[in-house]
């Protein structure tokens, strides 16, 4: 069992940028980042620990996942906000294909708001 831990939310105005952080109790070779805006399904943001790193369409270019092994840390930086990142944004783990499908992950964090302001 992998427990993980979020940190870095918050409220920011459109334009600037939040880092989000999450801990993990142990390794594992996939991490990646989901985000459930209110009225929508969870979406797939940023995968990290396969031979690409995929990110969803709506941020590229602007968002950037990494991960630091040695803490079993992964970060997602986010800057250029919009209004429409506005989410819970979710830490993934676990699994092999290191995708941004919800069942590609076994370990879920319990969420950090991030709002974004017009």
């Known amino acids: 069992q992998v427990q993980l831990v979020e940190s870095g939310g918050g409220s920011v105005q459109a334009g600037g940028s939040l880092k989000l952080s999450c801990a993990a109790s142990?390794?594992?070779?996939?991490m990646g980042w989901f985000r459930r805006a209110p009225g929508k399904e969870r979406e797939g943001v940023a995968a990290?620990?396969?031979?690409?790193?995929p990110y969803a369409d709506t941020v590229k270019g602007r968002f950037t996942i990494s991960r630091d092994n040695a803490k079993n840390t992964v970060y997602l930086q986010m800057n250029s906000l919009k209004p429409e990142d506005t989410a819970m944004y979710y830490c993934?783990?676990?699994?092999?294909?290191?995708?941004?499908?919800?069942?590609?992950?076994?370990?879920w964090g319990q969420g950090s708001q991030v709002t974004v302001s017009a």
């Open positions: 993934a783990a676990g699994g092999w294909f290191c995708g941004l499908s919800s069942s590609d992950y076994h370990y």
């Open positions: 142990g390794y594992t070779r996939c």
């Open positions: 990290v620990g396969g031979s690409i790193s």
